[in-house]
């Protein structure tokens, strides 16, 4: 014992203070591509190298609506190694309350050779924050505060996941971003969960089970998706196998982009999803 005390005096505390201070990564941490929508000349580079649709572009009457779809990326940086335009950043924090939010898209005039003359109409993000999914948020914050103090009781599914969310799912349980700190603590019962956290584009041999486990949840209840595959099916999409995003299962009330999310982006989720993320308004 007094050889642990001694160690951890020695080492000091390894806990990150994020989110009060910014998130400390590596420079080399590829999180979401950004595009300087106004310089960007032609979309149909990116599009062509985008291995999930996260970034598509559709044709008509001598326009070009060009989007980016940040529940399909990956965060693999083809896009940017094509395009000059676009550059990837390492901002991982991304989670939004509605699917539509994670999408922003322009409008261009084309010249003859499809390339963008000019933009008529700058980026469009998506619309944040239905009202009813803040009205649980705000209900299970009350329920959770006046019950159970701060805490956030989190139940994980893995629907069909490659491993690569609980890898970073087991880092926020780590020392290093200790999760309890805020109170979540992840159970083995849906019965003591206030939140669900899903993995995975949806296998169908998860689906009945997915089903079952958020039935088995008291509500209020949260449930958030987890990654590219969570948010939107990823590289794998609807296909004999998958039943492709959560959504397409049950209601999902945040999603967390990414692939996989780190914990910054999961802990930036979860928090957002309770309304404790720091620039939120306390409810
Ligand atoms: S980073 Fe990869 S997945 Fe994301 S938009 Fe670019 S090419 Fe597509």
Redesign the pocket.
Known sequence: MFNVLRQSQKTGVATTSYPATPAEVSPRTRGR?EIDWAAWKDARP?AA????G??ACIDADGRRTAS?DLA?????????DVDPA?H?TTICECAARSRAALVTHATYALKPDGAHDRLIAPPVPGQESPVFLEAVGRELKARTDKLLGRSLHIREVDAGSCNGCEIEIVGLNSPIYDAERFGVHFVASPRHADMLLVTGPVTRNMEQALRKTYDAMPGPRLVVAVGACGCSGGIFGVNYATRGAVDAVIPVDVYIPGCPPNPHALLHGILTAVGRWPDQKSS
């Open positions: 591509p990116a190298v985008c291995p999930t996260a970034i980016l399909k990326c990956i965060f693999c940086g083809l896009c940017a676009i990837m």
